[in-house]
């Protein structure tokens, strides 16, 4: 097992459900084909796969599109997760991807775009995406329950139980009352799926109301 290097990358997914692309293992597995189709092969034969998007700042595991249905389909209903979030903590996570990561999303994509004229073909082969990296702007406790409480239902289920949970999981921090990205926020979703939908859906209107939206319909075209 110690020389087995996709079986203990595995295990510590596994095991701390993310880690970061400074991780030695992660840092090879980005940069070493090879060795990330291994860990990708035997991921897969376990119904699993590899979430490591070019902008996150950490990797992680989730279940394969062919393997949700035996997760999520529970007597003829489909379970909107498998760690226990209630619809309305669901509906916040979805607020709070939108309001943190579309807009990070753009302005790394913009920086990247930027970068590329000055780039070398050498350094391009071994970079790992170092806009993963960029600070993420974060958002008032107030002021989102000012903006999306009503939406939500009860402010204070959304303050009290809700934000306190997805901290719990790793989907946002919280200091000293203001709601930063956490660990799983980038991951939470499938960014080239949501976006549009997001941008696209019943959310967009309320959203550019909010000046969150402003430039994101062109990253969304460039990614």
């Known amino acids: 097992m110690n020389h087995d290097s996709a079986a203990r990358l595995i295990a510590r997914l596994l095991a701390q459900r993310y880690l970061p692309r400074e991780d030695a293992e992660v840092r090879r597995l980005l940069v070493d084909s090879s060795f990330c189709d291994e860990v990708e092969q035997r991921l897969s034969a376990c119904g699993l796969r590899l979430l490591a998007q070019p902008f996150a700042a ?3 595991i989730a279940l394969l599109r ?16 498998n760690i226990g ?5 669901v509906a916040l996570l979805v607020i709070l991807w939108a309001l943190i990561i579309l807009p990070k999303r753009e302005r790394q994509l913009s920086s990247e775009a930027a970068q590329q004229e000055a780039q070398s073909e050498l350094f ?11 600070a993420s702007r974060g958002i008032a406790v107030n002021v989102l329950l000012e903006d999306y409480g ?3 239902g009860s402010r204070v289920r959304i303050q009290q139980f809700a ?5 719990r999981l790793g989907f946002i921090e919280l200091r000293n009352k203001v709601i930063h990205e956490g660990p799983l926020l ?7 799926e949501m976006a549009p939908r997001i941008l696209q859906g019943a959310l967009s209107d309320l959203l550019k109301q909010r000046g969150v939206l402003a430039n994101v319909n062109t990253a969304v075209e460039a990614d």
Not at 85 to 89: M, S
Not at 186 to 192: K, M, R, T
């Open 58 to 60: 950490h990797v992680s």
């Open 66 to 81: 062919e393997a949700e249905s035996t997760v999520f389909e529970q007597n003829d209903t489909w379970q909107a997760t």
């Open 85 to 89: 979030l209630p619809k309305d903590a």
């Open 124 to 134: 391009e082969t071994v970079k790992l995406t170092p806009m993963a990296h960029e």
């Open 150 to 152: 009503k939406l939500l």
């Open 163 to 167: 934000l306190p949970q997805l901290s």
């Open 186 to 192: 980038d991951l939470a979703f499938d960014y080239a």
